[in-house]
């Protein structure tokens, strides 16, 4: 059987080059991406983009590039980040080897580098039918060829038997085995969480993200500001000394500690060009949800400010400019983003894939093709987002791929080219449309509903300057 298989398997252990337009047919990546149990989907966000729990490991590695410290490449683990022990059925303690054992034998453990689950079983006291019957058991629940260093499991043993094993899931849910004979029932568990609206400030000195820590909260706040403003500001590019900003947004707390963000229902960011608005609203007649000003203008826009999260322009739209690899006067005919490795890059506008694979000096590269005779090409990948393919149509900002320096370039970055009736043209002049707005039936009811928000927005007070 299929448990039994996974079992066997266990324990056998800069510039570009712009590019022609390839055809169409080139082959895409049939990898199916898999859909992490305790990712929250943010307001807005695709089930096909990457998941929240990914894009806080990409980021937690672009701190540096954030506070303008330089571009260095930064990691992307893709291991499941570790999960927190689950829930103690009495007072623990720990035992000489630093394990903890709650009062009723429980003895919590975390999986280290080499770990296999039947071996993790075979050194708990079960024989080679033990270990397959309680693989069997756990199969709807545990696939024992993906546990990942730093997870947690527990073990209870009587009398030299194994009794029990609980292996954790995510942060709030476990799945608990207990023998019974010669047989294993299954019990899955799960913590209770508390959400609370919480508000932030703060005002930008040297970053955006330093900023957020500085307020008192996570720097996993800064991925949703940047996924929130992506339409109208580039946070590498367009944040300055002085910002200001103001969220109110769901903040979901285990034993008080926080587990994540949920909904941002209101936020302010002014920047250089002016004040930035938006408010949460659930359309009643189609139940989605979308960012609207004030006046109930759409957010969001047809085009993204920038393809990346974290990113500034190394090099710019230039047709005379000197490439830096080859020596010689060649047009560099779009945007290099200089990023860490890892970073992810976004689709800039709703379309579909046209290309996906090498091509020469452009290394990795996607082509999508959009509405209004537009095309967006991406290019130096280090890999493709997993479970796309040529002929795809994906969303706007749902992930396609992350940064690298394949093909001719001098480090990682990105090389963003747009075309137009078949001519490239500088990314940066494309003209740009926003989202409907709420529908004028619904208009009014918008407007009471924001109200309470805007006058919460309205008494917030950002800090003064520093010295």
Known sequence: MFAGALLSAALACGGPQPAEEPRDDAPADEASA?????????????????GEDELGAVFDGLGAALDGEGDEPG??????????????????EADETGNVVSADGWLDRQIEPGDRLAIILRDAGLDTGGVQALVDALAPHVDPTRIQPGQRYRTRVEDGALTGFEYTLGPTRSVRATRQGDAWTLEERTRETETRVTEIV??????????????????????????LFAYDLNFYTDTREGDTF????????????????????????????GVHRMFSWVDPGTKNEGY????????????????????????????KRMHPVLHRVKGHMGTDYAAPEGAPVWAAADGTITFRGKRGGAGNMVIMRHEGGLSTLYMHLSKFARGQRVGQRV?????????????????????????????????????????????????ARYKRTIAPLVRQ???????????
């Open 292 to 319: 609207y000003d004030e006046e109930g203008r759409g957010v969001a826009k047809t085009f993204l400010k920038s393809p990346l999260k974290f990113t500034r322009i190394s090099s710019g739209f230039n047709p």
């Open 75 to 92: 990691e992307v683990d893709e291991a499941d980040e570790a999960d927190e022990p689950g829930e103690a059925d009495e007072a623990d």
């Open 395 to 443: 969303k706007q900002k749902t992930v396609i791929g992350y940064v690298g320096s394949t093909g001719l370039a001098t480090g990682p970055h990105l090389h963003f080219g747009v075309r137009k009736g078949g001519r490239y043209v500088d990314p940066q002049s494309v003209g740009n449309h926003r989202a409907g707005g709420v529908g004028k039936q619904h208009l």
């Open 457 to 467: 927005l309205d008494a917030l007070a950002v800090p003064a300057p520093e010295g």
């Open 202 to 227: 703060g005002r930008v000195e040297r970053s955006l993200s330093a900023a957020v820590t500085a307020s008192g909260e996570s720097s996993a706040l800064v991925p949703l500001l940047v996924d």
């Open 34 to 50: 898999r859909a992490r149990a305790d990712a929250p989907a943010l307001p807005g966000q695709r089930e096909d983009a990457a």
């Open 246 to 273: 103001k969220v109110i947004v769901e903040r979901e707390e285990l034993d008080g500690e926080l587990l994540r963000y949920g909904r941002v229902l209101a936020a302010e960011y002014v920047a250089y060009d």
